[in-house]
């Protein structure tokens, strides 16, 4: 298996109380609707039962009256159990995609009760959840629903089967600019992001290449039959469009937003969509940014460009996912007023209000590029009366992709806590993404996924935590990092409590570990260009791309104050700009992103900048060499097939955790003269 089956693999569940608890109630299952997808729901049931408890799942008319059973159905769908289980005042609090599961001793069933199919799905992986990590089932009484509305994977996957980042092998969508037609693959991979939730997904890269402009023309019915797939299992399709798309058919002279031909182009690619795909979630545009068409062409702004697409959709329902990643990848790096972290606010700040209701943004957590460390967005708070969702990247393109190990949940959970001020002191990130905040139409949570075809879907198994884990923290962002973590180790492992105890350590602390051995106090970067991977600390510093750490003999960092800076620190409100611009306030894991001092610097910790460097370095490869050890300690105790593939990743970050130390610290040795206080061995 190498992991193929992920966290819906049913691990046997171990004999005892709660195996007989188990037994006893789910035994049975009453199911009278047949809806697709309530049968999808039904045959993971079935799936997980047979694998967990060893028994097969009795059909509801072979029982006697008395038998315990579990019931599963929409409110309105003809089951008599949940009918009469569920009462007015239940089915009243449960949101369209939301469930609720009552154990009812009057009528000896579990009921199962949503007001969609796709809600009896959720409330089924929700219940296979709860046998999976041992929990009590006699007394359930839950309502659940989902916090955030969007809760989105975007695919960089291309036409010719390579992904743009991708660190798990090639598509399993396309290959040689062909669909693969794989859906077997295809059906298990909506399956497991259901059961985390998922309910978007776009299929093909932002950057859209010019094969792929014609995914909304002549493939669409290749398009159409992965979304048949996908509303299986309530995920709506999306598609990343080109700006220039009406240039590339060769129809229009032009893609000026503003001409009514360009106008009149979108709308028939729309009505041609949703004649094939009804359900068509909406476009995903990255615009103007990386060399990519956009309105600025035309001398437009970005909402002229979102608008014109919303209009198009509009009459199905359809949305417009507009990226914020807008920004000159062609700036002076000898000029220290122009700095790229200030791009988005800048560009997309005086917008605000000006979008369609139909449009979303959609802006990445930190105002760079998915640095380890970064602050948040400061347009998290800055637009009132715009839609927006967060944007993460699982695939772990900066950190370590995917041969280290490095759980990002405890990173997305600080990102989602973060208060912006922006309606006061409780106005945190997670509240404007689950649009509490400003009360938005649309909002949630999208980010770049981390799968490819290999047979683990993620590389390394333990990434496969971070694309479980990202689908619980959209669907409740109160969810902890390690309870997540507890969750996704039980569902793939089992249940031995030294293995969850180990598992759930080495992706605790990863985090941790590798922003202690690359770049450090949040300057970012360091890697080498292009392709990101393995340091170099000048990689990127004499080029175009905005991303310096102006290292020189006397100091480092990014000044961002207002000041002597960049001024990026007052794009934040209140105290937060506040603390950002003062030397003395700033917090230490950020000193470097908003600050140039001198290597003498001393921190919050009470060490100085260049000590900080060398110790961190030094710590963080000795811990990364531990953690070959913790999972050593397993052998034995897992399924071969997933230990040995961990821990030959394992053997090679413990190596390269060494080669960035070295890096590292030779470089600031060299740079600033300043020995080791523990007189350490630097080349
Ligand atoms: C950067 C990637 C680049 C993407 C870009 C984006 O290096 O490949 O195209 O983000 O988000 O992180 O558009």
Known sequence: DQGYSAWLGYPPLPQGRLQEQYVKWCGAVSVTEADDTVQAALAEWNKGIVAMLAIQVQADQELSTGALRVAIGTFGGGNTLIRSVFKEADIRKVEREGFAIRTSADHNCIAVGAASPVGVLYGVFHLLRLLGTLQEIEELDVTVNPVN??????????????????????????????????????????????????????????????????????????????ADVFRLYGIRLFLSVNFAGPMHEGEVGTADPLDPGVRSWWQRKAADIYQAIPDFGGFVVKADSENRPGPFTYGRDHADGANMLAEALEPYGGIVIWRCFVYNCKQDWRDRKTDRARAAYDHFKPLDGKFKDNVILQIKNGPMDFQVREPVSPLFGALERTNQVIEFQIAQEYTGQQRHVCYLVPQWKEVLEFNTNAKGEASPVKHIVDGSLWGNRYSGIAAVSNV??????????????????????????????EEIAGEWIALTFGQDPTTAAVISRILLDSWEIYESYTAPLGVGWMINPEHHYGPNVDGYEYSQWG?????????IGV????????????????????????????????????????????????????????????????????????????????????YVQVEERLQGQAAHAKEWRDQINTYFFRKSGIMDASQRTIY
């Not at 991303?547 to 100091?555: F, I, K, L, P, S």
């Open 149 to 226: 509305g969007l809760r989105m994977i975007n695919h960089w996957d291309n036409f010719d089967g390579s992904v743009e980042r991708g660190y798990a092998g090639r598509s399993f969508f396309y290959e040689n600019n062909r669909f693969t037609g794989d859906m077997g693959r295809i059906r298990d991979y909506a399956r497991l992001m259901s059961s985390t939730g998922i309910n978007a997904i776009a299929i093909n890269n932002v950057n859209v290449h010019a094969l792929e402009t014609l995914f909304i023309s002549e493939y669409l019915p290749e398009v159409a039959s992965i």
């Open 452 to 481: 490819g075809n290999d047979l683990n879907w993620t590389g390394h198994l333990l990434a496969q935590a971070n694309l479980y884990g990202y689908g619980r923290l959209a669907w409740n962002p109160e969810l902890s990092a």
């Open 547 to 555: 991303t310096y750490h102006y290292a020189d003999n006397c100091g």
């Open 559 to 642: 000044d961002r104050t207002v000041q002597s800076g960049t001024g990026y620190s007052s794009q934040y409100i209140g105290s937060n700009a506040a603390r950002y611009d003062s030397l003395e306030e700033c917090p230490d894991e950020l000193l470097l992103f908003f600050h140039h001092v001198p290597y003498t610097h001393v921190l919050h910790s009470g060490k100085t900048v260049i000590q900080h460097i060398y110790d961190t370095h030094f710590a963080g490869a000795e811990r990364a060499e531990e953690l070959l050890a913790l999972w050593g300690s397993l052998q034995g105790s897992l399924r071969e097939d997933l």
